[in-house]
């Protein structure tokens, strides 16, 4: 199956708004939820003031720890990062932290920067495509692996859809940070979450991380076959009783 990878770099304005009463301020690059803990090993985003940092994206793997001019450090252990700019920053966190609360350290230039985060074992979320609507739609492929779901392309009802997100905690096998998942083995959640689509639990088929990609947790998951699911659904997913953010699928009539 074919992957597309989908990093949300909207800023939400309840997120800058935190980012005024701090230095750096941390939360999950899929949910941008203000005030959560994150999991060790997601993908995060640090918001701030950063002057003189130009917008760059990685364009190598494994992923660079300096880019831009630009360094981050959770814990005193440097991170893995996918883009920097001057007022936001996405990095992955260290995957050997235990939960707890960390410093954290960006250096630009001779301009340091400090916050905290809250590292917790599990803590999903999911990536948008479009930050509109509500929920918003999500980042997802139809069965097929190439086709964005959309409103003018939905899944069919029994068919596959693959959701993408970060953050649900422990994995099979370890992956170096900032290193992208191999084809084979495909790496696995220790957790299989438990997935609503418009309130019906729906079967799993595959939890882990997208080979090729950094850090990027994918869920091939079935629509359930009940009649009344049609159109904008919502989704939201559970992993160790911890809640994502809800965003929404299309399915067929």
């Known amino acids: 199956m074919r992957m597309r990878i989908f990093l949300n770099f909207a800023l939400p304005l309840i997120v800058l708004a935190a980012a005024a009463q701090a230095q750096v301020v941390v939360v999950s690059s899929a949910s941008f939820r203000p005030n959560q803990p994150v999991a060790a090993g997601s993908i995060a985003a640090a918001f701030g003031t950063f002057p003189g940092v130009e917008s760059v994206k990685a364009e190598i793997k494994p992923l660079p720890k300096e880019l831009g001019g630009v360094r981050v450090a959770v814990n005193g252990i440097e991170c ?22 960390y410093e954290v350290r960006v250096t630009a230039g001779s301009s340091v920067q400090t916050g905290a985060v809250s590292v917790m074992s599990a803590a999903p979320g999911l990536y948008t495509f479009f930050n509109t609507g509500s929920p918003p739609q999500g980042a997802v492929l139809n069965e097929d692996g190439v086709t964005v779901n959309s409103e003018s392309t939905p899944e069919r009802r029994g068919r596959l859809v693959s959701l993408f997100g970060t953050g649900p905690g ?12 191999p084809l084979t083995p495909l790496i696995r959640t220790v957790t299989d979450p438990v997935v609503y689509i418009a309130g019906v639990p729906a079967q799993v088929e595959f939890s882990g991380l997208t080979p090729t990609a950094v850090g990027l947790w994918q869920i091939n998951v079935r629509i359930p076959d009940f009649t009344f699911i049609r159109g904008r659904v919502p989704v ?3 992993v160790d009783g911890v809640d994502s953010n809800e965003v929404s699928i299309h399915v067929a009539p």
Do not use: H
Not at 85 to 97: C, E, G, H, T, V
Not at 170 to 181: L, M, S
């Open 236 to 238: 939201v997913v559970f």
């Open 170 to 181: 422990r994995f099979t096998q370890a992956v170096a940070d900032g290193a992208p998942a």
């Open 80 to 101: 893995p990062l996918f883009y920097v700019s001057n007022s936001q920053i996405n990095f992955q966190m260290p995957a050997a932290l235990q939960p707890g609360i």
